[in-house]
């Protein structure tokens, strides 16, 4: 059974960088059949898909983001991590890391990130 | 990027009655190549991640019960909840997978016992 599990701080300033790792666990993250996907989700509101990476290590992100993520693989220690620069208010959400098949079948549990000072 | 339009943004059902939510998607979401329908559906409960009910528009996830189905094709598709359970309560979304490499949400819909 594939397990995710993200970390990292849960309160960023305004301006600074957010960065989590999500450990995959039960499953190899080289597998090519899948890619790795950050979303998240301000609360009370609606999901929002933040990027992808490829065990190739190509990326994609979503357009709305795409100046300030970056989303990089550790093979060796089965996790990918993202980091988002510049963050202000409208960054704070939860965070969640899932497998991506196209749709998403494993999920962690989510971390919050607080962007305040 | 296509837009994901769910109806209605909240429904309250009564115990034991057929839920219905309805999607829409602005543009085809299916492959005419392979003759699958590129969408999904997720529930979500208080304080849990989404956990994925139904694939390619109409199959169930392993473990997901029997009342939960999925239809339709192109670009209006339904999650109907046969016989509505109290743990059924949460939100539930709607996720395109067609438009690589931007997939793409509905707003959700909250489920509620009347």
Redesign the interface.
Do not use: D, I, K, S
């Given at each position: 059974q594939v397990q995710l599990q993200e970390s990292g701080p849960g309160l960023v300033k305004p301006s600074q960088t957010l960065s989590l790792t999500c450990t995959v666990s039960g499953g190899s993250i080289t597998t090519t059949t899948y890619s790795w996907s950050w979303i998240r989700q301000p609360a009370g509101k609606?999901?929002?898909?933040i990027g992808?990476i490829y065990t190739s290590g190509g990326t994609?992100y979503?357009?709305s983001l795409k100046s300030r993520v970056t989303i990089s693989l550790d093979t060796s220690k089965n996790q990918f991590s993202l980091n988002l620069i510049s963050v202000t208010a409208a960054d704070t959400a939860m965070y969640?890391c899932?497998r991506d098949g196209?749709?998403?079948?494993y999920?962690?549990?989510?971390t919050l990130v607080t962007v305040s000072s | 990027d296509i837009v994901m339009t769910q109806s209605p943004d909240s429904l309250a059902v009564s115990l034991g009655e057929r839920a219905t939510i309805n999607c829409k998607s602005s543009q085809s979401v299916l492959y005419s190549s392979n003759n699958k329908n590129y969408l999904a559906w997720y529930q979500q409960k208080p304080g849990q991640p989404p956990k994925l009910l139904i694939y390619w528009a109409s199959t169930r996830e392993s473990g997901v019960p029997d009342r939960f189905s999925g239809s339709g094709s192109g670009t209006d598709f339904t999650l109907t909840i046969s016989s509505l359970q109290a743990e059924d309560v949460a939100v539930y979304y709607c996720h395109q997978y067609y438009d690589t490499p931007m997939y793409t949400f509905g707003q959700g819909t909250k489920l509620e016992i009347k």
């Open positions: 609606g999901l929002e898909w992808r994609n979503n357009p969640y899932a196209g749709y998403y079948e999920w962690g549990q989510g | -």
